[in-house]
């Protein structure tokens, strides 16, 4: 069978980094193809010369027995080729239809039919009318998987297309990309869960610091046969959680209802959620849910009214009409879900990116600014956290999407705060320093410090905390206890089942 893409030889460099070095890759029909890879490995690259966002400094390209060597997104989506990119391209301040209109032809009210309808298909719901800003990350992604769907594509790129998705969502995605398989359309597939690979995909490509390092048929190796193809090392071990005795109230929220004057966001109903120091309390719960409410009232980003000033507490002040900073300033450290645009200035180096949240320890004196301190700040935080970049001076939106969230925990991190919320902390994190990331969020609650995670991955919040609350359409759900609660309970919080149970 003539492969529908051919990749020979494809080489890119970014000054002196070899981001992809003579790769050869074959996607056959009716295929989905995995790429593995480490952070940093040129996965995005890759598919960023596949689908015109970039030219290869070497190499030919394929498609359907013909040369060819697309010079734009356009052209790419000319012969057949759909992308849904890791981070997002929708405009913030037009409404899902607009957004799909851009790129989709048709009348908007028909448009707005369809992504009703192909999103009920697919579990892929979404309101057409909301506006882009108004959305999780969860829900965006979704816009841009059925922006592509719209197109009817020959090969679907998904670049991590499941890391902010539910598992039942996952699932249902995974039933539509089948059967877009089934009626022809090959998918090309990046991801870091290798239990997803292994249930989705018939091949797939291994890169290791660009270059093409085995293809193997996913379903006949473990995970962990994989991951040590992709890593070329075996896995670290999580870090066991030593008993505490029970801490100070680092946050504490009292009964709190926080009406949403946004339309289309989430109002909060939240009757009790404390964290204490020597704890990880964990947030579960679909994307879209009220985590970008949470967090923007616990960051300070959202500003109580004065009534309402000591319903939240940050080690036992009360913060209701505190900004950002201030909190900052108790001790209080945060790792937004958005890395792009809340958790790192992209044109901005990581050195004036470490400067943003860590000024305060020693970067800067009387208003002027250490370099040699914000240089030595941040080449820490790249060893420690294995940063993979050029150096400080790298632009932050220049990293690969792993390295550039493992910088941002790293920075909180090293500001050794005594309360830091989390939100997404391995979010398009590898599965080596995932393990990382996690041992490191434990090795802060072993040394007595409030840890509050928000993560869509059940597995990780069962592996760190010591407790749970599940967000449901704004609702907090009572703290469950682990390793008391089941997977089965977190979930039934998580569509609302035990919500109507505890009410009634
Ligand atoms: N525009 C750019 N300028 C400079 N360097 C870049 C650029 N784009 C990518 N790189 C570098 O090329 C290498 C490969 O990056 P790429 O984004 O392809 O990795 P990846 O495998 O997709 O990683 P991740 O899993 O973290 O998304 C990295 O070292 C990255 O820093």
Sequence with gaps: MQPLLRLRGISKSYGTVAANAAIDLDVMPHSIHAILGENGAGKSTLMKLIYGVETPDEG?????AKP???????EARGLGIGMVFQHFSLFETLTVTENISLIVPGRKAALAQRIRSLGAQYGLEV???????????????RVEILRCLMLEPKLLILDEPTSVLAPQSVELLFETLRKLRDGGVSILFISHKLEEIRALCDRATILRAGRVAGEVDPRAHSANALATLM???AMPAPLPAKAMPEGKVMLDIAGLSYPSDDPFGVSLSLPSLQVRAGEIVG????SGNGQTELAALISGETSLTADKRDVVRILGRPVGRMGAAARRKLGFAFVPEDRLGRGAVPEMSLADNSLLTAHRRGLVRRGLINRRKEADFTRRCMADFDVRASGPKAEAGSLSGGNLQKFIMGREIMLDPDLIFVAQPTWGVDIGASAQIRQRLIAMRNAGKAVLVVSEELEELFEICDRLHVLHHGRLSPSLPLPQTTVEEVGEWMIGAKETAHAG
Excluded: D, K, T
Aim: hydrophobic share 40%.
């Design 60 to 64: 030919g390209m394929e498609w359907q």
């Design 68 to 74: 060819v060597s697309p010079g734009s997104p356009a």
């Design 127 to 141: 309101n057409p009318n909301a506006l882009v800003h108004s959305l999780s990350v969860g829900e965006r992604q």
């Design 283 to 286: 947030i579960a719960g679909v």
């Design 231 to 233: 890593i070329g090392r």
